[in-house]
């Protein structure tokens, strides 16, 4: 075979496989999105009756441990994100506080003078 014709098969199979890979990728998308209509509804009321078990026995939180303890209901009065910045609002308008006064506790071995030589650049 000729290097051309060799060259020429070589940028055939290059497209040919781009192709292919396109092809792959684009079936992968409709899958995933199909799966996604199919099973979308049946997570919905799994969520829905998890929610009502939650709510109806009284319960402040549902873990799913098969996904490492993922949370999967919470008792919405829970929220405290409001709270949390809410405070961290009024604290960021005041300076922190001054420290007290009196004796300030040194590491220990820790000392304001050396008493060794520092050593010199070598």
Excluded: C, H
């Excluded at 026995?57 to 949390?84: H, M, P, R, W």
């Amino acid at each position: 075979m000729s290097p051309a014709a060799k060259e020429a098969k070589q940028r055939e199979l290059a497209s040919k496989e781009q192709e292919y890979q396109q092809r792959t990728a684009e079936l992968e998308r409709k899958a995933a999105a199909r799966e996604d209509e199919l099973t979308r509804p049946i997570l919905e009321n799994i969520r829905r009756a998890i929610e009502a078990v939650r709510a109806e026995d009284g319960y402040a939180f549902i873990f799913d441990v098969a996904s490492n303890g993922a949370v999967v209901a919470v008792d919405k009065n829970l929220e405290v994100t409001n709270d949390v910045l809410a405070k961290l609002r009024s604290t960021a308008s005041t300076p922190p506080p001054a420290p007290a006064g009196g004796p300030v506790a040194k590491p220990a071995g820790a000392s304001s003078s050396p008493t060794r030589n520092p050593p010199a650049n070598r």
